[in-house]
Structures are given as C-alpha cells and as structure tokens.
C-alpha cells in the first residue's frame, strides 16, 4: 500500500460517512459500510479497513473474526466530502455469506476470483503511451513503426505458439506427468499473444473498449 493521507471528510450529523468498498484487482463493487474518524484514523494507520459497526457501537476490523481482512490499496473522498471510496486487496470472501462481493446473487452461489484484469489496463495504457510517443529503444515503438503487416506477422506467430503451448500442456495430462512447465509455458504464450493483440489495435487507432463493447452485446 502506498502512503495514504487522512482525506478531508464531511461526517454526517451522527459522526459517519459511508465508505464504498472496491476490488482494487478488477474494481468489483464488495460492499458497503460506514466509517467514523476513529475508523478512517485506524484504517490508514494500519493498512487494514475498519469500519463504524452501527449495531455493535464500537470499532470493527473488517476480519477481526473469519480472518477475511480487507488489506487498504488506496482511499479516495468524493467531491462532496460526503463519502468514501476504498479501494482494497481482499484476503477471502468479504461478505459473510462467504461470498466474494455483498452484491452477488445468493450465499453459497459460485462466483469467480478476481483475474486482475486491471494489469490489462495498465499495459494498454503503457502501449497507446508508446504509440503517441514512439520512444528509441522501444519494441512497442518499433512495432508500430512496422505497420500493420509487422504487427500482424506477430500475432500469427503468438497464436501457433499458443497452439502448441496448449497441445505440450495437454499432452502432459494425459500422460499423468508434471504440468508445471507446460502450463507456465501456456500462460506465457497468451501473454504475448494478448500483447500483440492490443498493439495491434493501437496501431489501428482501435481502442480495447470497441472490443469489449461487442463481447458484452454478445453476453446475452
């Protein structure tokens, strides 16, 4: 966690503000509560959330008794003063249904892992970066200055090295042997053929919000 300052907070006439709780991994909404200056105080000196509980009247440790503590990312005042946004690394489910997220569904109700797909978001940022600039050194750079058919050579090479990759991985399953390898050599393989996917609609002037627009049409 970065150095968090105290914010500049309006507490409301019984002393709280409601502080909205986010995956810091994927910016999941996990829930809802209030703070106290007692609570902001504890939160920023410890790098773990606190909380106002309002039925117990006291101070509260999110975790203090499952161990599902919220570790402090970043916190953030609204512009009003009026509420806060903390943005977290959750160590298990948050709500206490044992659930990820207070929002999902129904307890007990499988729901996925945060993916971390916010390291996306920075790598894109790193990349459309290099095309506005297109700095000596960089492959980034140099790849745009390719063109088109240079990206695109990549990306064919990635994609039947992913091919392959999945094929080594598979067959070690089959076969009962050691997935280890084959599996990290997998996940390296899409790495780089998702890298060159995103340079590639930089080099468009496409931005990855056009895609995930059509896979969220396709969604239903």
């Given amino acids: 966690m970065s150095a968090t300052p105290t914010p500049e907070v309006a507490f409301d006439a019984e002393g709280l ?28 000196a410890t790098g773990e959330v606190h909380f106002h509980s309002r039925s117990r009247g006291r101070l509260w440790r999110k975790g203090e008794t499952s161990g599902n503590v919220l570790r402090l990312v970043e916190l953030a005042v609204d512009c009003d003063g009026d509420a806060l946004l903390v943005t977290v690394d959750p160590v298990g489910p948050t709500c206490h249904r044992g659930t990820r997220s207070c929002f999902d569904p129904k307890a007990g109700g499988t729901t996925s892992p945060a993916q971390g797909f916010a390291s996306l978001e920075r790598l894109w940022t790193t990349i459309a970066d290099r095309a506005l600039r297109r700095p000596d050194g960089s492959y980034t750079a140099r790849l745009l200055e390719g063109g088109v058919d240079a990206v695109g050579r990549k990306i064919t090479e990635e994609a039947t090295e992913v091919l392959l990759a999945a094929r080594d991985d598979d067959e070690a399953e089959r076969t009962g042997a050691d997935r280890t390898g084959t599996s990290a050599a997998l996940a390296s393989e899409v790495a780089d053929l998702l890298y060159h996917a995103l340079v590639l609609l930089a080099q468009r002037e496409l931005t990855p919000r056009a895609v995930l627009d059509v896979l969220d049409a396709r969604r239903g």
């Fill in 17 to 44: 503000v409601p502080a909205v709780v986010q995956d810091a991994a994927d910016g999941r909404v996990l829930m809802v509560a209030y703070m106290d200056a007692e609570a902001l105080a504890s939160t920023v």
